[in-house]
């Protein structure tokens, strides 16, 4: 299946489409309050990005950079992508959106980092995701896995 991942913009349109997606929450409902506040304008930053059939929001993660200053799973340090929500509304799982959204990630060719709910660490392995192994002292109550771009230094810290 061919598809296309877009930036969403931040609007009230795509807050909209936000509330079909079972993981709606907190960082929808802070930007809806930045809307009300301030009517940002349509190309306002957004870390969301999705994939429309016929029109329908179907698919959408969230996808930030993290600056190598605030590493928390690197040595050396180094800028990684954080990727949260990927999502796939139930009637059109199965169908590779997932799989588009987390192969338009890689595009950056920068590491990743996701916290795969309970179900979905097949998925992530089939992706080429693996668990962090590192000193438990430091266990941030996460079980994140990384997937590393070919040629990065796979070194954990």
Request: hydrophobic share 40%; aromatic share 16%.
């Amino acid at each position: 299946m061919d598809v296309k991942v877009e930036k969403l913009k931040v609007n009230y349109k795509t807050l909209e489409d936000f509330r079909k997606f079972k993981e709606y929450g907190l960082q929808e409902l802070s930007m809806l309050e930045d809307l009300q506040a301030n009517i940002i304008e349509n190309d306002s930053a957004s870390p969301f990005y999705g994939i429309y059939l016929a029109d329908m929001l179907v698919a959408r993660m969230s996808l930030y950079e993290v600056d190598a200053k605030y590493n928390r799973y690197f040595s050396p340090p180094k800028n990684y992508l954080e990727l949260w929500k990927l999502e796939v509304l139930s009637d059109y799982q199965g169908r590779g959106l997932g799989t588009a959204l987390v192969n338009y990630a890689k595009s950056f060719r920068l590491p990743i980092k996701t916290n795969p709910r309970v179900k979905s660490v097949d998925f992530w392995g089939k992706m080429g995701f693996s668990p962090v192994h590192y000193d438990t002292s430091r266990d941030f109550g996460e079980n994140p896995l990384i997937w590393f771009p070919a040629g990065f230094e796979e070194q954990m810290g």
